[in-house]
């Protein structure tokens, strides 16, 4: 096993995978779900460099020992993580500071609100939704810690925060090592057009989700299912996308995700995910972006 070091200094804008990608087969869904070894070992079957694992709760209590033994399955495959949480409590983010620091992990993306429980925050503590004045209060404590590991902090669009608030937390901060994750799917549920929220954030982003989203009639014609597509074939404007943020040319790693439902069995629900993640690949490779 390879020695655990500070983070890779490898700025190369690269395409990754999410554990959102392979989240039915990491899920107990499945007879035999993959652990965070096998997620290693297929991004690298995959032909990719850069797992990131965002929101997978078994991290978070993974102690030294094992974190080092992941980082070191992944150095000897020539796959580099990233990690992600949700919230932005001091302990929970020093946690993935420390995460990050074990995993060689130059990126740690979150999100400003924590869902219920919160192990960061005592025996099943409540949620935390912080104003936009607390945000920025904990954060510009916080991020100096981040600068000094070399490690930014990528805080998501999403539905429950207007993306101008969140816009407003990383302006008053001001810290090169605190930005946006850009994920413009998310903030349709809160009404916000993608190509809007895609060129408000732009200049502050550090991360790139991407997955195609789509609508579709329920049956009978009665309302919508807002849900994931297949790369290429949903609402996505990845072109648009590219050119506003321009990930090659600033180095911004683009993570795939997916937004899968539940396809009836384990083995149709995962051999889709795979053609998914498969199309997924080839589509960004074709757009010569990373």
């Not at 902090?153 to 090169?176: I, K, N």
Request: a negative charge.
């Amino acid at each position: 096993m390879s020695s655990v070091t500070g983070p890779s200094t490898d700025s190369r804008s690269r395409i990754g995978l999410s554990t959102y990608a392979l989240f039915w087969e990491l899920s107990d869904r499945v007879p035999d779900p993959l652990s965070l070894a096998d997620a290693v070992d297929r991004t690298r079957e995959l032909g990719l460099g850069l797992l990131q694992i965002c929101d997978y709760a078994p991290l978070e209590t993974l102690d030294e020992v094992a974190l080092k033994e992941l980082r070191g399955h992944a150095d000897a495959r020539g796959v580099a993580l990233e990690v992600g949480t949700k919230g932005i409590r001091p302990a929970r983010l020093r946690r993935f500071l420390h995460i990050a620091h074990l995993l060689g992990a130059t990126v740690v993306r979150s999100m400003l609100n924590t869902p219920e429980p919160d192990i960061f925050a005592g025996t099943g503590g409540p949620g935390h939704a912080p104003s936009v004045a607390e945000a920025v209060t904990i954060l510009r404590e916080l991020i100096g810690e981040y600068e000094e590991a070399g490690v930014k902090l990528a805080l998501e669009t999403y539905e429950q925060v207007p993306t101008a608030d969140l816009l407003a937390v990383v302006r008053a901060v001001g810290s090169p090592n605190l930005g946006i994750c850009s994920d413009p799917a998310n903030s349709v549920a809160a009404l916000e057009n993608p190509r809007a929220v895609v060129e408000s954030v732009a200049p502050h982003v550090l991360n790139m989700h991407i997955k195609d989203f789509a609508f579709a009639r329920q049956d009978g014609w009665v309302g919508f299912v807002y849900s994931g597509a297949p790369m290429g074939e949903g609402l996505l404007d990845y072109d648009h996308l590219a050119a506003a943020i321009r990930p090659a040319e600033n180095n911004i790693n683009q993570i795939i995700e997916h937004w899968l439902p539940w396809q009836g069995t384990p083995e149709e629900t995962v051999r889709i995910e795979r053609r998914w993640t498969d199309q997924a690949i080839e589509y960004l490779r074709s757009k010569g972006n990373a």
